[in-house]
Nanobody
Framework: QVQLVESGGGLVQAGGSLRLSCAAS????????MGWFRQAPGKEREFVAS????????NYAVSVKGRFTISRDNAKNTVYLQMNSLKPEDTAVYYC??????????????WGQGTQVTVSS
């Protein structure tokens, strides 16, 4: 079992920046592809970004490409989401997730509790 704990959410004005962190509880995190997802009120959860275990493969949703950057530090068992040029439509609960197997894919097996990001106009 892997426990994931997000932090770094908060309230920011449009155009501002936030950096989310997700700390994993287990060393096997280093072999797990990781992802960030978000869910806005009344909407389904959507993919934001993903990163392979060695950071060689990175994917972004079209809506955040060029503004958000996903990265990871395997020595610290932590994945990050740097969010710049934030817009009110980025307001959501942000979740990090981990896959149980080493290959990239759409299914994530472990989820954090989420952190709220609110962008005011």
């Amino acid at each position: 079992q892997v426990q994931l704990v997000e932090s770094g959410g908060g309230l920011v004005q449009a155009g501002g920046s936030l950096r989310l962190s997700c700390a994993a509880s287990r060393r096997t995190f280093t072999t797990s592809p990781m992802g960030w997802f978000r869910q806005a009120p009344g909407k389904e959860r959507e993919f934001v970004a993903s990163i392979s275990s060695g950071s060689s493969i990175i994917n972004y949703a079209v809506s955040v490409k060029g503004r958000f950057t996903i990265s990871r530090d395997n020595a610290k068992n932590t994945v990050y989401l740097q969010m710049n040029s934030l817009k009110p439509e980025d307001t959501a609960v942000y979740y990090c997730a981990a896959r149980a197997i080493a290959t990239m894919g759409d299914r994530y097996d472990y989820w954090g509790q989420g952190t709220q990001v609110t962008v005011s106009s």
